[in-house]
Every structure is written in structure tokens, then in C-alpha cells.
């Protein structure tokens, strides 16, 4: 079975902290995603990356970086935390195809919350 | 334009009955469709998926309708049980992955 965990289930951070949030698969899938996800508004994409070192803006980058050294690792980066950040973090991944996406497999969420 | 989105955000059903949970769909181009079922405090899980060059597509209890005429999905779970209880999303893909926001499905009883 496709596995993808992440490093916190629950997280509270205060405003201005650097929050690190660590996503891992063992699927030696490429393609590596990060969404947040809040009540009404559905899954909505920070970034994603097709490749080690790779990365692209999803459809809300701003306040959020990432960082993928290594295929099976993929890492949010908050640089300094705010309380519009207060959200449920998924993380997911799938399987190569450039380009496209297929069905995607994803963690069990961290829920971040900004004090 | 129209986003990927459910008809309905709650969802509630007696137990053994049949579900329809429907989406509807932004992109007449989107050529692969999925459901997917998220449980409390967990992340989404897959359920079903069905490319555009098919109507319908059956699992084990669940059978996904496409029409393409009308930009729709549904996903059908007969004899629901209490374990269905959870948020069930669609999403559609014009090279990316869209998601829509879900429909909680309740079961009664």
C-alpha cells in the first residue's frame, strides 16, 4: 500500500514562527503535493513538484515555500506564520507522469493551528 | 464560470439504503474524474475513478455516473453503511487535479 505520512497530526504555532511541515512517501512517486484545506473552500494547492529539486506555485503560493532534496521528502515551509494560516494541511503524491495528474495519494493532514 | 462543486453539502440516509452523492463539473475538456471519501481527522482517501470515455464505472458497493452532456458525476454507494459516514469530494482533471468542496454524508440508524 501507498503510504504518505506527515510529521505532525496537530500543530500550534504562534504568530511569526518559522513552521516546518514534512511530508514523506514510500512509493518513490515523483509528483509531490501540498494543499491546504478549509471549510468550504475545498483543497486548494500551494505547490507542487514533478522532481527532486523541482517546484512550482499552485493556485496560493503567497506566505508559503517548499523544499524537496530528496524524491520520497517534500517540505512546507511557513516563513513566519500568521493566523490566516490556521488550517488543515494536506500533503500528497502520485504516480509519474509529467505533465499530468493522476489519482493522488494523500496523507492523514496536519492541522496547523496560529495562535 | 461554474466550479467544481457538489448540488448538496449534507447528506443524510438510513442505513442499508442507497446513496447519491452528485457533482457537478466545470471543464467539457476534463478528460479523468475521481471520488474520493475523507473520515473525521483523516486525509482523503480514493474511492472510484472513471475516464471521460465511459458513462459508468462500478467498484465493490459504489458505482460512478458520468454524463458529459450535462457536466455531471455522481458516485452511488448502495447499502450504505455506518462506516460511509464522511465528506466525499469529486475532483476533475484538465491536466491538473481540480477538487471540489464535498458533501457530508450522514448515516441514520
Known amino acids: 500500500d501507498v503510504k504518505v505520512t506527515q510529521s505532525s497530526r496537530y500543530l500550534v504555532k504562534r504568530t511569526g514562527e518559522k513552521v516546518f511541515l514534512e511530508c514523506v512517501q514510500d512509493?518513490?512517486?515523483?509528483?509531490m503535493f501540498w494543499y491546504r484545506q478549509d471549510p468550504g473552500l475545498g483543497l486548494r494547492l500551494i505547490y507542487f513538484s514533478y522532481d527532486v529539486k523541482m517546484k512550482e506555485k499552485g493556485d496560493i503560493p503567497e506566505g508559503y515555500s517548499v523544499s524537496r532534496e530528496k524524491k520520497e521528502r517534500f517540505s512546507l515551509i511557513l516563513e513566519s506564520a500568521s493566523t490566516n494560516q490556521t488550517s488543515m494541511y494536506l500533503c500528497?503524491?502520485?504516480?509519474?507522469?509529467?505533465?499530468?495528474?493522476?489519482?493522488?495519494?494523500f496523507g492523514p493532514g496536519t492541522r496547523l493551528t496560529v495562535l | 464560470g461554474e466550479s467544481v462543486g457538489l448540488h448538496l453539502p449534507t447528506l443524510s440516509v438510513q442505513e442499508g439504503d442507497n446513496s447519491i452523492i452528485n457533482c457537478a463539473y466545470s471543464?467539457?475538456?476534463?478528460?479523468?474524474f475521481i471520488w474520493y471519501k475523507q473520515e473525521s481527522g483523516k486525509g482523503p482517501q480514493f474511492i472510484i475513478d472513471i475516464r471521460s470515455n465511459m458513462d459508468k464505472r462500478q467498484g465493490q458497493r459504489v458505482t460512478v455516473l458520468l454524463n458529459k452532456t450535462v457536466k455531471h458525476l455522481s458516485l452511488q454507494i448502495a447499502a450504505t453503511q455506518p462506516g460511509d459516514s464522511a465528506v466525499y469530494f469529486c475532483a476533475e482533471r484538465l491536466e491538473k487535479l481540480t477538487f471540489g468542496t464535498g458533501t457530508r454524508l450522514t448515516i441514520i440508524p
Open positions: 500528497a503524491s502520485s504516480w509519474p507522469q509529467r505533465g499530468v495528474d493522476n489519482e493522488q495519494f
Open positions: 471543464n467539457s475538456a476534463s478528460d479523468y
Open positions: 512509493m518513490d512517486h515523483e509528483n
